[in-house]
């Protein structure tokens, strides 16, 4: 398995949730893997590098930061001496109504969510190319379903989506494979709240095929699936994680139910 992998990653949002589940996965093949741990929560990445040990080092920043991108593959060169994948996974929400949220609202969901992971790729540039590495990073079911309060959230992931179909097409000639994922519903720290609520979880799952909502470990196999070498014919793509869901929307309408059939 650790040849099928990249070896030296650099992951954002590794302090929690999906990234901290790729870094874990990636530190339980074997060994092989060097790690950059990037979050702006210092004590949830020294309790994430503590586990991992001596693999990982990390790197305490501000996504919404314009030298984000600088600071972290510095950080990442220091500990690596280069870069095999890009693991760009921070992201946060914003909710409100579009009529009720403000320009700073704005200005940091996309810094976050959209502007970030473009710095990130940039910074990574050159490593990646030495390397013809990958670049993978978490969007979402609401970047191609409007979401309910979620505006802004739902259109940075949008924006994420198409930056990151960019960047394949321009960095193929390179050799950089970029891709996203995808999750739909999914428990992890940013979404524990709501969906310790049991009616509230109960009624998520009952719209999800496979009837649960998806872990953590879930999206992170998919993120390690598109880094590694199995997935070295594949760029551009978006690879959905959400139990079904996005395939399940039509039967809420009661669509077909009910209905004769055309003579
Ligand atoms: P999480 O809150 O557990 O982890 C997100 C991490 O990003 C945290 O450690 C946080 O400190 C870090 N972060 C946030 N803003 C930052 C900033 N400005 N600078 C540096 N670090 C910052 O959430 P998660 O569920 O693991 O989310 C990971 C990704 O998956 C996000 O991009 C999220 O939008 C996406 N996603 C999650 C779900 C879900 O249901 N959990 C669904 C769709 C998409």
Not at 82 to 96: E, F, K, L, Q, R
Not at 108 to 126: C, E, F, G
Not at 176 to 193: A, E, F, L
Request: hydrophobic share 50%; proline share 3%.
């Amino acid at each position: 398995m650790t040849e099928e992998k990249a070896v030296r990653v650099v992951i954002t949002g590794a302090a929690s949730g999906i990234g901290l589940s790729v870094a874990e996965l990636l530190a339980a093949d074997g060994g092989a893997h060097q790690l950059l741990l990037a979050d702006r929560d210092a004590d949830g990445l020294a309790a994430a590098a503590a586990k991992i040990g001596a693999a990982a080092a990390i790197c305490v920043v501000d996504l919404s930061d314009n030298d984000c991108g600088d600071v972290i593959i510095a950080a990442a060169i220091a500990h690596m001496g280069g870069i095999d994948a890009v693991v760009s996974n921070a992201g946060i929400i914003a909710a409100g109504a579009l009529v009720d949220l403000e320009p700073e609202d704005f200005d940091r969901i996309y810094a976050v969510n959209t502007k970030a992971n473009w710095a990130l790729a940039k910074a990574a540039y050159p490593h990646l190319v030495a390397s013809k590495g990958a670049f993978v990073a978490t969007a979402s079911m609401s970047a191609s379903q409007p979401t309910p309060g979620l505006g802004f959230y739902s259109s940075s992931k949008a924006a994420l989506l198409m930056l990151v179909r960019q960047l394949a097409l321009e960095w193929g000639k390179d050799g950089i494979r970029c891709n996203t994922v995808s999750p739909g519903p999914t428990y992890t720290p940013m979404t524990k709240t709501g969906y310790d609520d049991a009616e509230r979880r109960a009624q998520r799952e009952s719209m999800i095929p496979l009837g649960k909502l998806g872990m953590a470990e879930d999206v992170a196999n998919a993120i390690l699936f598109l880094i590694g070498r199995g997935a070295g014919h594949i760029t551009g793509i978006d690879i959905v994680v959400d139990g079904g869901m996005s395939n399940n929307l039509m039967p809420a309408t009661g669509a077909g139910t009910g209905q004769a059939a055309s003579k």
